[in-house]
């Protein structure tokens, strides 16, 4: 698979797309894709970066001499056209993954001229997008419905921090990770590399009004902090406190820490994954959503508006938790089960472009389809989770086959069967039954088989304009692959309407 990315962020705007691009194109080439980054050539921008990585990348040298700003409002087309001649000799592209809040659908389409498949990532939910695949990984009330005009109907959408795109070692450190009890020893200081409002400084100084010189800190900015004298005066008065500057250990950081005071962007997800409780603020109004459900989930004490928060109320904040060691592990708890670390594994197996291909089931098919249905892991989400027997299988698999309300159908990648759908029809409505073959769970193939079953619906019962599902409540892995793939609730059933015009 050869994919490509672009995503434009410099130190003085931020590196957290970047970050996060990087993170799913490691993941890509580990597993045997060849991945290209195209980015603008903004000063500080993150091209050692990528280039640190073994990544290969191009920049468009256009914007080196050009603000941030002023680039927002140039014309995008020109810039898709400066992309695909920058790429001309690279193409074509199985996926394209943009990670730019200053390009939309016009962009998006120009460059289907070099790319098979589109993925966004994006969490604005303000623009339009020409997209197969969209990536919004923030955690924040209404996400399944904010994109529904802004998106083709069969865009696929991964949603929340379980897609959160994190680099490999929060996953590393997060198989050693320590029990956390609550007890506050050590408090990491962190509210992005530029820290333009020097919330920093607010934080330090709570920290010498809290007046524990037991609590050690650790205090991380970037290279490009602006505020570095103001700082070193005040770690002078705090012997306990450790600077860090663009440093490239923030796991193990984290994963040290007993308590975070940060900002509510993309290192939210870092903190959650390794189960680190966290007092934030937000630096721009798109973070407050997310900020607002991290509260509202108990991952983290949110104080509002950067420009809001004083230092009192950051120290108010602080006692608060100190003095409540069994709310700071509960915290902790809850962070921790929000985020797994795998979002990048799960964005990639939803970017593998090995077709699956169904195929009506046939009299050979009897006896392993007998298997995969008696598997402890298919009969404990079954409605009937009981064996069922050789013969009353028999007796309903050549019934099946006969049948023509019924279609039995067979997934396969590669020649070999990850799954089987079924459908009984009732007119222009049918429900649909789905399960994974033994050892093919976690791949991401569920929701794949299902959007594959309904191109199968349009060609071969164009009748159908509506299925239905039935989805026991606690089995929340299977609903949540139903909802990948467009189906909605209606009353107790998911919904899925077909399009056949």
């Known amino acids: 698979m050869k994919a ?12 957290g797309q970047v970050m996060r691009c990087l993170a799913l194109a490691e993941r890509l080439a580990a597993q045997g894709a060849q991945v290209h980054f195209v980015c603008k050539g903004f000063p500080g921008n993150l091209a050692g970066h990528v280039a640190a ?37 690279l193409g074509p592209f199985d996926w394209l993954v943009v990670d730019c809040y200053s390009l939309a659908a016009p962009w998006e389409a120009r460059m289907r001229r070099i790319a098979s498949r589109i993925m966004v990532i994006d969490d604005l939910a303000n623009r339009r ?36 795109l994190l680099r490999p070692e929060f996953g590393v450190e997060r ?29 330090l100084t709570a920290i010498r009004e809290l007046g524990r010189g037991d609590i050690a800190v650790d205090v991380v900015v970037g290279s490009a902090y602006g505020h570095l004298a103001s700082l070193q005066e005040a770690l002078a008065a705090l012997p306990q406190a450790k600077l860090h500057r663009q440093v490239d250990n923030m796991a ?53 508006r950067s420009d809001a928060v004083t230092a009192q109320s950051i120290l108010t904040a602080m006692r608060a938790l100190l003095a409540d060691p069994a709310r700071v592990k509960a915290m902790a708890r ?19 472009t ?57 997934g396969e990648r590669a020649g070999q069967p990850v799954g089987v759908l079924r459908y009984d029809f009732n007119g222009s409505e049918c429900t649909v039954s789905v399960y994974l073959v033994p050892g093919q769970h976690g791949r991401g193939y569920g929701p794949r088989l299902l959007r594959e079953g309904h191109e199968w619906l349009r060609h071969h019962h164009a009748e159908v304009t509506r299925v239905r599902a039935e989805v026991r409540p606690e089995n929340r892995d299977s609903a949540r692959a139903f909802r990948q793939a467009g189906y909605r609730q209606g009353g107790e059933l998911l919904i899925k309407h077909i399009d056949n015009t």
């Open 4 to 15: 490509l990315l672009r995503a434009d962020a410099s130190l003085q705007i931020g590196t």
């Open 53 to 89: 990585r073994g990544l290969s990348m191009s920049l468009l040298t256009t914007a080196a001499d050009v603000p941030y700003a002023e680039w927002q409002n140039s014309e995008s087309l020109l810039d898709a056209d400066e992309t695909i001649a920058a790429c001309a000799n």
């Open 129 to 164: 997008h020409d997209s197969d695949l969209l990536l919004d990984q923030n955690l924040q009330r209404g996400s399944a419905d904010r994109y529904d005009r802004l998106v083709p109907t069969d865009c696929q959408r991964l949603l929340g921090p379980r897609y959160a």
């Open 175 to 203: 198989t050693g990770l320590r029990q956390r009890d609550g007890n506050v020893r050590r408090v990491l200081l962190f509210f992005s590399g530029t820290d333009p409002g020097n919330e920093t400084l607010k934080a």
């Open 252 to 304: 193990e950081l984290m994963a040290r820490a007993d308590l975070a005071l940060g900002a509510a962007g993309a290192a939210s997800w870092e903190r959650c994954c390794l189960g680190l409780p966290a007092i934030i603020v937000s630096l721009a109004q798109n973070q407050e959503p997310g900020a607002e459900a991290l509260a509202a989930t108990n991952c983290a004490v949110y104080l509002g």
């Open 334 to 352: 809850a962070a921790a089960e929000r985020v797994d670390g795998r979002g990048a594994e799960r964005v990639a197996r939803a970017l593998d």
């Open 354 to 410: 090995v077709s699956i291909v169904l195929r009506p089931a046939g009299p050979a098919d009897i006896d392993h389809i007998l298997l995969w249905r008696n598997a402890e892991e298919t009969r404990r989400h079954s409605h009937d989770p009981s064996p069922i027997d050789a013969g009353a299988h028999a007796a309903w698999f050549e019934k099946a086959l006969r049948a023509d309300d019924t279609a039995l159908l067979i």
